[in-house]
Nanobody, 117 residues
């Protein structure tokens, strides 16, 4: 069973930076497409960024140029570097791993990111 665990959230001032990490276990990391999603209070969960097993990336328009997703297959970990943070980036951030063989999604428990002065 695939497990993903996020870390790295916290409180940051507008314009600041945070790096989220997501460690996966329970399968061969290279068969997982990974993604970050977020959910703000009263809103639906939305895609932030994804990265394929080969390293191709995709971003929501709202974070392009500010956020960078990357993966280290040797550590079975995916990262989300968030720069120039805005109050509207405040949300719970969830890591997702999609098994490319079975199509099954695995979700983490989420990590809170709060951007406020």
């Amino acid at each position: 069973q695939v497990q993903v665990v996020e870390s790295g959230g916290g409180l940051v001032q507008p314009g600041g930076s945070l790096r989220l990490s997501c460690a996966a276990s329970g399968t061969i990391f290279s068969i997982l497409a990974m993604g970050w999603y977020r959910q703000a209070p009263g809103k639906q969960r939305e895609l932030v960024a994804t990265i394929t097993s080969g390293g191709s990336t995709n971003y929501a328009d709202s974070v392009k140029g500010r956020f960078t997703i990357s993966r280290d297959n040797s550590k079975s970990t995916v990262y989300l570097q968030m720069n120039s943070l805005k109050p509207e980036d405040t949300a719970v951030y969830f890591c997702n791993g999609r098994n490319l063989v079975t199509g099954k999604d695995s979700w983490g428990q989420g990590t809170q990111v709060t951007v406020s002065s």
